[in-house]
């Protein structure tokens, strides 16, 4: 395998999808790949697993596996897997550094390899749609990962190579978890079956999943005014 090739492609994909002459755009990336911007999502998440669990047990056993989920597909690259490949996010890159587009000065850490931010947010993705089992739930935050990976490309932050490793990991940290979480929360289970239109297949009602889209909606049109506020500075 050629890995200078694939490399080189990788770097000219990146360049294809960085940055843009759109201040609007650039608006929409920076909040949009802001942490605190999605703190409502968080929120809305943990209001769906408060009203749908009837143990503080339940409650505990899905928070703590949700913070594993960050921690192993997050936290651990930035510590370990990052420094130790060394790979120079596309900003700080000796040889196409000076041919993205920077916005507002955010380059970002010396290292990129793995994207954090893909790992993190599919990672969650993953866990809360095999958790819930709502098909609208997962389309929405499938969908929200992949706005989070844009807006580390476009950003000039992170490769596409950085961003699809981020993603296979994200997605195996998710399905792992989960199937601890199951395996733990077996023991609890009374064996009940949820059949009523009301409940997703894993024992969610649809109305507050409702609340987390609804939330999510609402955080992008938020995202959106934000953006238009960088045409006017």
Known sequence: MDWSAIIEFDKQLLLALNGSH?????????TLTTAATWIPLYLSLFYLVLKNNDSVQKILLIVACAGLC?????SLD???VKP?????RPTHDPQIGYLTDVVNGYRGGDYGFFSAHASNTFSIAVF?????RSRLLTVFLVFWSLVNCWTRMYLGVHYP???LVGLLWGGF???MVCMLHQRVAKRWSKGVNFVSEQYTRGGYLHNDVDVVICVFVFTCIYAILRACHYLYV
Do not use: E, K, P
């Open 161 to 163: 190579g950085d961003i």
């Open 84 to 88: 130790l490949v060394a790979r120079w």
């Open 128 to 132: 809360f749609s095999l958790l819930v």
């Open 22 to 30: 759109s201040l609007f755009l650039d608006g929409l990336a920076m």
């Open 70 to 74: 960050v921690f192993i597909a997050g």
């Open 78 to 80: 930035d510590m370990i």
């Open 173 to 175: 940290v998710g399905t």
